[in-house]
């Protein structure tokens, strides 16, 4: 199945969904819960907490979110949006149509803004492109059909990976002490790892479009912000190791196996005796430090020379 092989029309999303709008809700206000709120956010699917039941706001369940920001979501599940998400709906579309649909919204998502923010207007009058059966309407079919076709695509791939994955694992240790039954000691970040250097300073306009990913601040995707053309005079590249974030998504800490370079809003942390294994099970310790970090308590290098961190012992200690 092509997309090149279909024809496409222009829709107004008043024309296929019923909207509704979230209504606003304050930090001091939320008590927390186990049912998703949505705000404006590029990830997590908007979610940015989890609330109680709230009799004063309406819950939905099956819809597209679309925040002030453009970017859409298709939810399944219920939950609550505050006043910066709109709730689409139309219980005649498939949830694969509706996955086939965000895609398409969120080819408008470029010209949202905090000065120029989708709101009511946007709502009902927004078009986006779709593809029509031989009656001009939307396909709903197509659409279905062509999101299954790559959702077995991409599981069968990666039940191959998992395949592949498995036969380089060793047998599980049935003798492995659990984790609580371990003996645990504090000990100092610069006596564990022997490498720890800051990024350096990029801004976007020096960032010329390239191979080698770009870490930085965000709490997603390892921090990697951007993918850049190396240049040896400005940057360092770093390899296997951890990073870790000073500011911005303070605390977030990442095992990188990949090649990269890093901003100066980035620490490496690397000890060349470690593995992966190893890494992934130090970056667990250290994304912990988010809880202690934040905007106004960023983590700089007087901090990181007296943090500390637990780990399970051996029997020398």
Not at 16 to 38: A, M, S
Not at 103 to 111: D, E, Q, T
Request: charged share 25%; hydrophobic share 35%; glycine share 4%.
């Amino acid at each position: 199945m092509k997309l090149t092989d279909r024809e496409w029309s222009l829709f107004s999303l008043k024309n296929i969904f019923i909207n509704y709008h979230g209504k606003r809700l304050t930090k001091n206000n939320r008590i927390v819960g186990k049912i998703p709120l949505l705000t404006a956010c590029e990830t997590n699917q908007g979610i940015s907490s989890y609330i109680c039941e709230m009799k004063d706001m309406q819950k939905f369940e099956n819809f597209i979110s679309v925040d002030m920001f453009g970017h859409a979501f298709y939810h399944n599940y219920s939950c609550y949006g505050d006043d910066n998400i709109y709730f689409f709906k139309n219980k005649d579309i498939a949830s694969h149509a509706m996955l086939f649909i965000i895609a398409c919204i969120n080819k408008n998502s470029s010209k949202y803004s905090y000065g120029n923010q989708f709101r009511q207007n946007n709502a009902d009058g927004d078009k986006f492109l779709l593809p029509i059966n031989s009656l001009g309407q939307p396909d709903y079919q197509f659409m279905e059909d062509y999101i299954k076709e790559i959702m077995y695509r991409k599981r069968k791939l990666y039940l191959e990976y998992a395949q592949e994955k498995l036969q380089t694992l060793p047998p599980p240790d049935n003798n492995l002490i659990p984790l609580q039954n371990k003996e645990w000691k504090e000990f100092f970040i610069v006596d564990i790892f022997n490498s720890i250097k800051r990024g350096k300073r990029l801004i976007k306009d020096n960032q010329i479009e390239g191979r080698i990913p770009y870490v930085s601040s965000t709490a997603t995707n390892n921090g990697v912000d951007n993918f850049i053309q190396y240049n040896a005079l400005k940057m360092k590249k770093y390899y296997n190791c951890l990073s870790i974030a000073n500011s911005g998504s303070v605390g977030s800490s990442f095992y990188e196996p990949f090649v990269y370079v890093a901003s100066d809003h980035v620490t490496h942390l690397k000890n060349d005796k470690f593995n992966k294994y190893i890494y992934l099970f130090l970056a667990t310790m250290t994304n912990r430090w988010s809880q202690k970090y934040n905007f106004n308590r960023e983590i700089n290098d007087t901090r990181i020379a007296r943090e500390k961190t637990l780990l399970p012992i051996n029997n020398n200690d």
